[in-house]
């Protein structure tokens, strides 16, 4: 399966200020997903990042507040933009593994906590 | 709207005990189902189901995937105190995209 890289693993933040994630996957791939995890809830879909295309957000996620970036098939950003103590949570990135049955594999995710 | 329900939504039980996790959804366009376990913050993956009727096993895990009655069960048997992890359900759907449930907080005491 793949090997995903993400980074930081952790930080702590002012309100305000801005935190980028960074994806390096050990593959090519197509498609990235990043999800969000807020404390004692299940993950949630923010974004779809194609390479060479305008990422694709969920409802009540916009780019303004979440921008990506994909510049080649294996790396990606995230940024958390402005932030605010709701946006205390886990940040994961994820990729299909479309040739084999594993499904999808996670990062090691991102805990920010915002203060 | 596409849910996912899993039950219960935590289990305390002691090592050798085997436990059950339920895994219910309403999704259009299914692909697949699919249990994670997550102890810290990466979802490791266990196991992908798209056929019904067809156990998988790995090792005291095994699922199974019912897609006229909507549900998938997690079985553990055996349980150790390692088995101690939230437990994620997740229907793949459409091309690409994943829906998961709030998961089930398992834990195992010695």
């Known amino acids: 399966s793949a090997v995903i890289s993400q980074k930081p693993s952790r930080d702590i933040c002012q309100r305000g200020t801005s935190l980028t994630i960074q994806c390096q996957v050990d593959s090519q791939v197509t498609m990235m997903f990043w999800y969000r995890q807020q404390p004692g809830q299940s993950l949630t879909l923010i974004a779809t990042?194609?390479?060479?295309?305008?990422?694709?957000?969920e409802s009540g996620f916009v780019i303004d507040k979440f921008p990506i970036s994909r510049p080649n098939l294996t790396f990606s950003t995230l940024t958390v933009s402005n932030m605010s103590p709701e946006d205390s949570s886990i940040y994961l990135c994820?990729?299909?593994?479309?040739?084999?049955?594993?499904?999808?594999?996670f990062g090691s995710g991102t805990r920010l906590t915002v203060v | 709207e596409d849910k996912v329900v899993q039950s219960p939504l935590s289990l305390v039980v002691h090592e050798g005990d085997t436990v059950t996790l339920n895994c219910s959804y309403e999704v259009t366009n299914f692909r697949s189902l699919l249990w994670y376990k997550q102890e810290k913050k990466a979802p490791t993956f266990l196991f992908m189901l798209t056929s019904s009727g067809i156990e998988k096993k790995s090792g005291r895990l095994s699922s199974i995937l019912d897609k006229k009655e909507l549900f998938s069960i997690l079985n553990i048997t055996a349980t150790q105190t390692g088995d101690s992890a939230v437990y994620l359900c997740?229907?793949?759907?459409?091309?690409?995209?994943?829906?998961f449930g709030t998961g089930t907080r398992l834990q195992v005491f010695p």
């Open positions: 994820s990729v299909e593994e479309t040739e084999t049955n594993y499904g999808y594999t």
């Open positions: 997740a229907v793949g759907y459409n091309t690409d995209k994943l829906i």
């Open positions: 990042a194609n390479q060479g295309s305008e990422a694709t957000y």
